[in-house]
């Protein structure tokens, strides 16, 4: 494994892809989502990987300042925000509340996961905050 520090967008999402498949083919669509944020932190830690769980992500409003407006599911490597889904049907909204957690974290990478989908390779959806800016943000 490349050191965490060192590690590509492309070489941390192939192994959280792979560990998610893992999980998913021992473990099925039949757990709540905070199971399989549980057992996918661990597996990362075991990796070798820096994993924060429940992070906070605050938004200002004028000089107001909401600590706990929002919360990632895991960050790994300081990179990487993981969103878990564990539900019948994708929303928009969700890809919209993961453009929004790297909007305002500032991370550069985001992944989300649909641990419902019996498929799991189209339940997995990664997005840059680079993309996310052009396409929702303009300059002004």
Avoid at 12 to 20: A, D, K, Q
Avoid at 36 to 44: D, G, N, P, T
Avoid at 46 to 64: A, L, R, Y
Avoid at 127 to 133: A, G, I, N, T, W
């Amino acid at each position: 494994m490349v050191a965490s520090d060192e590690i590509t967008r492309e070489e941390l999402l192939y192994e959280v892809r792979g560990l998610c498949m893992r999980i998913h083919r021992q473990f099925g669509s039949g757990l709540l989502e905070k199971a399989y944020q549980r057992i996918l932190a661990a597996a990362l830690v075991k990796s070798g990987h820096k994993v924060e769980t429940e992070v906070s992500i605050p938004i200002e409003f004028e000089g107001i300042i909401i600590n706990d407006a929002f919360r990632a599911d895991l960050i790994v490597d300081d990179k990487l925000i993981i969103e878990l889904k564990a539900v019948e049907k994708m929303s928009n909204a969700y890809f919209k509340q993961l453009g929004t957690y790297l909007v305002l974290s500032g991370k550069p990478w985001g992944f989300m996961v649909n641990f419902q989908n019996s498929n799991l390779m189209n339940g997995m959806y990664d997005l840059s905050l680079d993309k996310v800016k052009s396409k929702y943000y303009r300059e002004e």
